[in-house]
């Protein structure tokens, strides 16, 4: 019904960068928010950061200084610029979103398959 298609993960090495790229597809009436997180080997998933259809922003521990999300609203597409990488970032990035689809009551939380960020030198 809806989707979410990650890209843009891959190997870098410390203090370089990475975009990572999340569009949604499907029969999508509105997305509420968009958002991002990860999980390391042997850790819980957590919040890198969210936006929310009008713009406002947050981020979690793990994305406050060097991550920056932004959105196009107009391509259903979230983005997360990472800089300054450190090996500490390697995780699975996983993009999470907020979709009303058209046809349906209501909205589902719908996430993304992941993409792997491996920062090492």
């Known amino acids: 019904q809806v989707q979410l298609v990650e890209s843009g993960g891959g190997l870098v090495q410390p203090g370089g960068s990475l975009r990572l790229s999340c569009a949604a597809s499907g029969s999508i009436f509105s997305i509420n928010y968009m958002a991002w997180y990860r999980q390391a080997p042997g850790k819980e998933r957590e919040l890198v950061a969210t936006m929310n259809s009008g713009g406002r922003i947050n981020y979690g521990d793990s994305g406050k200084g060097r991550f920056t999300i932004s959105r196009d609203n107009a391509k259903n597409t979230v983005y997360l610029q990472m800089n300054s990488l450190k090996p500490e970032d390697t995780a699975v990035y996983y993009c999470?979103?907020?979709?009303?689809?058209?046809?349906?009551?209501?909205?589902?939380?719908?996430w993304g398959q992941g993409t792997q960020v491996t920062v090492s030198s």
């Open positions: 999470n979103a907020d979709i009303r689809p058209r046809s349906y009551v209501g909205s589902l939380v719908t």
